[in-house]
């Protein structure tokens, strides 16, 4: 059973910070690539940040310069290091592990940035 159980999320002021941390069981972790993807209330949702199993990783251009997404094979976790928040990056933050045709996505965790 595939499971994605993301942590960390919270509520801060502009300009905090907050590290996600999504861990993965039931796949193998190293093959798959992580994004993290956000939904605010009314809008889509969008990809974040993405980073692939060589890695490489690539940024939604609003979050250049203030997001770093990051992976430890050992522990089978993909992070989101957000610094400099806004508060229109207040939205539900998912992670996803994908390989090939296959998709998985974890149960969200609440971000929340007050001006």
């Known amino acids: 059973q595939v499971q994605l159980v993301e942590s960390g999320g919270g509520s801060v002021q502009a300009g905090g910070s907050l590290r996600l941390s999504c861990a993965a069981s039931?796949?193998?972790?190293?093959?798959?690539?992580m994004d993290w993807y956000r939904q605010a209330p009314g809008k889509q949702r969008e990809l974040v940040a993405s980073?692939?199993?060589?890695?490489?990783?690539n940024y939604l251009d609003s979050v250049k310069g203030r997001f770093t997404i990051s992976r430890d094979n050992a522990k089978n976790t993909v992070y989101l290091q957000m610094n400099s928040l806004k508060p229109e990056d207040t939205a539900v933050y998912y992670c996803n592990a994908f390989w090939n045709s296959r998709s998985y996505w974890g149960q969200g965790t609440q971000v929340t940035v007050s001006s």
């Open positions: 980073i692939t199993s060589r890695p490489y990783t």
């Open positions: 039931g796949i193998i972790f190293s093959i798959y690539g």
